[in-house]
Antibody
Framework: DVQLVESGGELVQSGGSLRLSCAAS????????MNWVRQAPGKGLEWVAT????????YYADSVRGRFTISRDYAKNSLYLQMSRLRAEDTGVYYC???????????WGQGTLVTVSS | QSVLIQPPSASATPGQRVTISCSGS????????VYWYQQVPGTAPKLLIY???ERPSGVPGRFSGSKSGTSASLAISGLRSEDEADYYC???????????FGGGTTLTAL
């Protein structure tokens, strides 16, 4: 079965850094675009970043470009989001999601909570 | 405010049909596929509709999607109480070069 499990979320001070992980099982990251999507408390979904199968192309939301970096480790079959210069508005649940190659996010993790204190 | 505009709420009695709209522009909905996600509060989103009107396996046939010009719609026929959730449309924007989500619509079964 396909499974995505995020980890790494915690309370961090404004200006700090954090790395989120997403462990994939039941499929190989080699074959799929992968994404991070976040949701602030009580708010809607916000796309954060996308990485191509081979890691050659990466896309970022304007709100995180230059501060966040998406990456992947094929050996560990894991996706990462390195976050730096964190702000209060980065607080929320971060989900990793698989793109099924049609642009649809067909599998999502359970999410990991990031809280940035000001 | 989201670039993809959805009504914040919608409601209907069980058994009725309800539609949720998603309004965009020439750089997103008009030229790219639209996707719909269902999110029960406290859980991860679930893919409901892809490529405008396709349903993943396991999604009931009473959910359907359509697109016309710069707008898209999600229709739920024969509403059931378990359909109470937040619904989000999504589409890539060619000008902004980002994936956009609508602001979400909270559906209530009266």
């Amino acid at each position: 079965d396909v499974q995505l499990v995020e980890s790494g979320g915690e309370l961090v001070q404004s200006g700090g850094s954090l790395r989120l992980s997403c462990a994939a099982s039941g499929f190989s990251l080699h074959n799929y675009w992968m994404n991070w999507v976040r949701q602030a408390p009580g708010k809607g979904l916000e796309w954060v970043a996308t990485i191509k199968q081979d890691g050659s192309d990466k896309y970022y939301a304007d709100s995180v470009r230059g501060r966040f970096t998406i990456s992947r480790d094929y050996a560990k079959n894991s996706l990462y989001l390195q976050m730096s210069r964190l702000r209060a508005e980065d607080t929320g649940v971060y989900y990793c999601a698989r793109d099924d190659s049609t642009g649809a996010f067909d599998y999502w993790g359970q999410g990991t909570l990031v809280t940035v204190s000001s | 405010q989201s670039v993809l505009i959805q009504p914040p709420s919608a409601s209907a009695t069980p058994g009725q049909r309800v539609t949720i709209s998603c309004s965009g522009s020439s750089s997103n909905i008009a030229t790219n596929y639209v996707y719909w996600y269902q999110q029960v509060p406290g859980t991860a989103p679930k893919l409901l509709i892809y490529r405008n009107n396709e349903r993943p396996s396991g999604v009931p046939g009473r959910f359907s999607g359509s697109k016309s010009g710069t707008s898209a719609s999600l229709a739920i026929s024969g509403l059931r109480s378990e359909d109470e959730a937040d619904y989000y449309c999504a589409a890539w924007d060619d000008t902004l070069d980002v994936l956009l989500f609508g602001g979400g619509t909270t559906l209530t079964a009266l």
